[in-house]
């Protein structure tokens, strides 16, 4: 099947349930490097993602990048497929090739419900990609001030560092 033969069967779900039931290779990897519960998560099909998951894909199944389709569907910021998928097994702590978790990927694209969701379920917020950048990295350089100001009350650090420099500020007054 061809990526745009899937997008037509999540499209039409009785194309999908035949496709299942044809006892395919639920997690076989399209043409683009990526399974059809990869590329559901990416179009936010909450119902697509519910029926493949029941058909038995593979949550922590790697795109040829690493990416998986908890990454993707953090990066759109669709809940609902990000709690599905985490409820299936989903890990919220995997790396892609270059580093970078679900976590990361939400908080670049300012998803802030969806960054809570990730921390809440065990992301861990001291990654660091292989460039050394982690998920406030990201927020930040996106300008997603609500996503930052999120992570920083997630992070033990970050509220020893506000009360150090808070201590260091009323000493000087």
Do not use: C, W
Not at 74 to 79: D, F
Not at 136 to 160: C, I, T
Request: hydrophobic share 40%.
């Amino acid at each position: 099947m061809t990526r745009e033969d899937m997008l037509q069967a999540f499209q039409q779900p009785a194309i999908l349930e035949a496709v299942i039931q044809a006892g395919r290779d639920i997690d076989y990897e399209l043409p683009d490097g990526k399974t059809a519960l990869m590329l559901a998560s990416e179009q936010g099909n909450t119902q697509a993602v519910r029926r493949l998951l029941s058909a038995g894909a593979a949550p922590n199944a790697r795109s040829r990048n690493g990416g998986t389709a908890l990454m993707y569907a953090a990066s759109i910021g669709n809940n609902t497929v990000v709690r599905a998928l985490i409820q299936a097994g989903g890990s919220v702590n995997s790396m892609n090739v270059e580093g970078k978790t679900a976590l990361m990927a939400a908080a670049s694209r300012g998803q802030v419900e969806t960054v809570r969701i990730l921390l809440e379920n065990g992301a861990n917020i001291g990654t660091t990609s292989i460039h050394g950048r982690n998920a406030l990295s990201y927020a930040q350089e996106g300008g997603h001030r609500a996503v930052v100001d999120l992570l920083n009350s997630f992070d033990p650090q970050a509220s020893s560092r506000r009360s150090a420099l808070g201590n260091q500020v009323g000493q000087l007054n």
